[in-house]
């Protein structure tokens, strides 16, 4: 990552602690509730193996004569199966635990992905000028015309086309770099805007006049100045890439079927909407909301506890 | 104005010329036509026999001028899964894409103006609270799921609308519309208010922060101090002159409906371009792909240039800027 690392001297937790984003985080319930629903969902996500009460991948463990059993609380509901049972009996609980954490995989790898290609490209736009800059800058005025998903789908289409035989490595490798595709031109745009005005500032000159090499500048003087507006674009990128990984897997052209994430699961659920069965697509759709909604209620909060002028 | 007008002609021309590229190598380097269009085993003089039929042979930018003159008479060849013109497959599509896309964006003005009017008028209080935590769910719940949703609650609990296809349809010479019958209508209205609420919320948001910025401004409190009535200095002074920003961003997001459109189209089995786009991606089938792609960019960039241009002839601010500044 290009994040630079915190200072480990033993003050940092206790700087942290005393600073002021903390004091806003504490003083703002929507934080705190936002803040407990996602770490709990990752928590799940990332111990789905040990939090889940059945293994939906245990071929071993599936019996037929559970499938399409209601959630507990319905009258056909069985208690071993607290949100009821898909068409071949597996346990949507567990499921949406193992999918959750294909989903939240995704979105974290092609936000660092764009992350990194968007910030590399906006420090060196803002730094370098001229033609380079002028180039970057129209090549993300086209990319913005378009909506991203429009992007996804389209290099995820040319990923089959060349791959038809793809691996499932392949295949996620494929939709990371089709999500992140779409993603890279706002933190370029946002770095860009930042290094401008931090260039022109006295501890630039300062490095510049003493000899330092203007890669050295960018990377260890300017970056870690341009960072604060990323983390926050970070945050709410995560919640629009898990919304597009779970479109593109909605779709049925996202993750592999094998490895199905909570976009899969819906997709899969919707046949069965008609019959009844209502359980196997909403609570999918649900988890996907809440996480997406506590991400983006984090990044809205993050936003305005690191602008200084709402202070 | 005219030195704004070719500036922005030639850079749609320059995007439009770009997107053709891609396509183009699409074409060249995803998947060998010949092998596509001949089987794995041909011989190598019927390859390379096709391979001048079809020009192949040639120097890279004459190809790629043929390949720019046939896009621009919508020559994009054969679909590779389903053998047929790719011009005609999106010809036949067309209708009910732009059918369900203007549905919605009526929809989203219909409701999206009044309510946020509402909102900005009515701030502070319960049911301005209420819409606002609603559009907030409208923009954060994807398509797909407000789709499924809908489906669950009108087509199989309260079973009151169908849930899949055009229903009947009227053809009006190559045009087929179902705009013409009850049917059509009936099937219309999810679709078309599933792809409605992401831009519902948005206008709504917009419309709210506009008005309240306008009854900040002095020319309001100067027209109520004359003595207007609240409706009068509402409805004939400040939301009047919030309706620009509205229309930019209402003309640019219909392209982006019409992206949108290939969700809801596979939600629920619309027959339009957007559904063609989603199979072609399954498929792999590069020349229906390369062709949808072309034509949302001519659509994007129409768009884009279009209200541009309306921008400039409804905001006198704008004409006394110098070209240079003007966006």
Redesign the interface.
Known sequence: MTAPAAPAAPGALARFLDGDVWHSFRNSPMAIVAAVIALLCVFCSVFAPWVSPHNPFDLATLNLSDARLPPAWMDEGNRRYLLGTDDQGRDILSALFYGARISLLVGLASVILSMIVGVGLGLLSGFAGGKIDAFIMRVCDVMLSFPSILIALLIDGVGRAMFPNAHDTLAFGVLIIAISLGGWVQYARTVRGSTLVERHKEYVQAARVIGVSPYRIMVRHVLPNVMGPVLVLATIQVAAAILTEATLSFLGVGVPPTSPSLGTLIRVGNDFLFSGEWWITIFPGFMLVLIALSVNLLGDWLRDALNPRLR | MLAFILRRLLQAVI?ML?VAFIAFM?FQY??DPVTSLLGQDATQEQRDKLRQDLGLDEAFPVQFARFVGNAVQGEFGLSLRQGRKVSSLIAERFPATLELALAAAVIALAAGVPLGVYAALRRGRFGSQLVMTLSLLGV??????IG??L??IFA?TLKWLPSFGRGDTVALGAWTTGLLTFDGWKHLVLPAITLSVFQLALILRLVRAEMLEVLRTDYVKFARARGLQDSAVYFGHALKNTLVPVITITGLQL??LI??A??TE??FQWPGMGFL??Q???F?D?PV?AAY?CL??LI??VV?LVVDLLYFAVDPRLRLESPAGGH
């Not at chain 2, 954060?140 to 799921?145: A, D, E, G, N, V």
Request: glycine share 6%; charged share 0%; aromatic share 10%.
């Open positions: 995007v770009t699409l995803v998947g954060s719940l994807p398509t797909f799921l499924i949703l489906i669950l199989v392209g982006s992206a949108f290939i969700i596979t939600v786009f989603i072609a991606v399954q792999a590069i792909m792609l949302i960019a994007f960039v884009n």
